[in-house]
């Protein structure tokens, strides 16, 4: 494994707000988690190794990143293949339709060593029981073409497996991207569906990998079972 390729893989991750955003008007809506006051707000860390993490500040000259993302961010490293870092938040959530919203960068430097983990969403008992992922779980790849430029491909994880959702070429790089989750409930005889939408724009739909429950955790990063994969990310 090339060390210059460990020290030039670079990801931002941005994220913006857990919104939990039912149609129905008796439904719950969580919203806002970004950060703004310079705490974790709720988030907890998992660190190993090499893993590391902090908050810093957005560029408030930027009117588009301090307006969209907030005053802070959360950064997130993990530098190599024996560490692990990873942030997690759990919340309150019983409706079967909502969706979970966050902001992407993409650093110009990013090489590519192993896939990174964007997102994992959970379902988290309130009790003693066992965790359940829910929707869908994101990762962004990398496809090395001749003579040496990198397409980044994000893959959507879902009941059936792992799916290429979308492409990014050098032109989406360093720039801030939407990404949300949607949650769709069931409509007999249909079962409930997954649609992901990137700058707004739908760009798939999938089975939840467990479509008995729903979203009450966001783990984002790289944990200890995915220890193998690295990179840096801001969330």
């Known amino acids: 494994m090339n060390p210059m390729n460990k020290i030039l893989q670079i990801v931002f991750i941005c994220v913006v707000t857990m919104v939990l955003a039912p149609v129905l008007l008796n439904a719950t809506i969580l919203f806002r988690n970004d950060f703004e006051d310079s705490t974790w707000g709720g988030w907890t860390v998992s ?13 408030l000259l930027n009117d588009y990143a301090s307006q969209a993302h907030g005053d802070f961010s959360l950064w997130i490293q993990d530098p190599n293949d024996t560490s692990y870092a990873n942030a997690y ?16 960068w993409i ?3 990013h090489a590519h060593i192993d896939s990174f983990p964007l997102c994992v969403l959970w379902n988290v008992p309130s009790g003693l029981g066992i965790s359940h992922r829910t ?4 990762v962004l790849d990398t496809v090395i073409t001749p003579p040496d430029d990198q397409i980044f491909i994000i893959r959507a994880q879902d009941a059936n497996g792992f799916h290429t959702a ?4 050098t032109s989406d790089l360093d720039t801030w991207h939407k990404i949300q989750i949607y949650r769709k409930p069931p409509e ?8 992901l939408y990137f700058d707004g ?5 999938y089975s939840p ?22 990179g840096e990310v801001f969330l």
Do not use: W
């Open 135 to 138: 929707d869908i779980a994101l």
């Open 188 to 195: 007999a005889p249909l079962p409930a569906k997954v649609v």
């Open 89 to 104: 938040k759990t919340f309150t959530n019983s409706a079967s339709e909502y969706m979970t919203e966050f902001y992407l």
């Open 209 to 230: 990998i467990n479509s008995n429950y729903v979203t009450n955790k966001i783990s984002l990063g790289t944990t200890q079972a995915d220890s193998l994969s690295d």
């Open 201 to 205: 724009d739908s760009i798939g739909t």
């Open 47 to 59: 660190v190993n190794g090499n893993g590391d993490r902090a908050l810093r500040s957005e560029n």
């Open 166 to 169: 979308c492409y990014l070429d």
């Open 107 to 109: 650093y110009h430097t």
